[in-house]
């Protein structure tokens, strides 16, 4: 496989990994969020061992959440991710000795058109 055909695989699989990341950092969220709660509660009533072992879960929890939800911002759209891949083919196709011959063509004919236009 080309790396255009990379480009589209992994358009798909980024469609449905944004959604992902924001699921698992929702999830571990709410998990620090009520082991933070309950960390606050045990706290309180001088449960030593179990305050620690909470407090490390919290900790978890909130640092999982913060990093997939920072992996969730740069994710590009599928959108962006095949605009990329039609700029990469069409830099191929120009750059070759016939697209660079076909573009002077183009180009050639564009000039005579607006020659012809501004004698008008």
């Not at 449905?16 to 509660?41: D, M, N, Q």
């Not at 929890?61 to 039609?86: D, E, N």
Request: proline share 3%; hydrophobic share 50%.
């Amino acid at each position: 496989m080309n790396n255009l055909s990379w480009l589209i695989y992994l358009s798909d699989v980024v469609e449905s990994l944004k959604p992902f990341l924001i699921f698992v950092s929702f999830v571990t969220g709410s998990a620090g969020f009520v082991c933070t709660a309950v960390y606050v509660g045990v706290s309180i009533e001088g449960e030593v061992h179990a305050a620690r072992i909470l407090k490390k879960i919290a900790i978890s929890g909130w640092s999982f959440c913060i990093i997939t939800s920072l992996l969730a911002v740069p994710v590009p759209s599928q959108k962006t991710i095949l605009m990329i891949a039609a700029s990469e083919s069409a830099e191929a196709l120009v750059t070759t000795p016939e697209g660079v011959t076909v573009r002077k063509i183009i180009n050639d004919k564009l000039n005579s058109l607006i020659q012809e236009g501004v004698k008008k």
